[in-house]
């Protein structure tokens, strides 16, 4: 019902910046969560960030603390699009990055119910 495509991923080198987008298609809603997780090979998925429905237009934000203060997740329902806006870019961010959609307010932990098929971002240092 839903599909997310990512787009943005590259190679960096430390210190620089990118943005990541996910576009979504199919049967969204403007209430669904939308976040990003992360995985870097030999470690566990981490959730990165994921917008928080506040019953309106509005939509709080939790932000990962190995990344807090470096990226910023925002979406654009209009264009049912959500970025990840990733700053001051650290060897230990390169991973696999993935979109992901739940159709409830919060994004679980774990992962919801719809995954984009990834993006890969590379720091060099």
């Known amino acids: 019902q839903v599909q997310l495509v990512e787009s943005g991923g590259g190679l960096v080198q430390a210190g620089g910046s990118l943005r990541l987008s996910c576009a979504a298609s199919?049967?969204?809603?403007?209430?669904?969560?939308m976040g990003w997780f992360r995985q870097a090979p030999g470690k566990e998925r981490e959730r990165v960030a994921a917008?928080?429905?506040?019953?309106?237009?509005?939509?709080?934000?939790d932000v990962a603390d190995s990344v807090k203060g470096r990226f910023t997740i925002f979406r654009d329902n209009a264009k049912k699009t959500v970025y990840l806006q990733m700053n001051s870019l650290k060897p230990e961010d390169t991973a696999d990055y993935f979109c992901?959609?739940?159709?409830?307010?919060?994004?679980?932990?774990?992962?919801?119910?719809?995954w984009g098929q990834g993006t890969q971002v590379t720091v060099s240092s």
């Open positions: 992901n959609a739940h159709s409830g307010s919060i994004l679980p932990r774990e992962g919801g119910d719809y």
């Open positions: 199919g049967r969204t809603f403007p209430s669904y969560a």
């Open positions: 917008t928080i429905w506040t019953g309106g237009s509005v939509y709080l934000t």
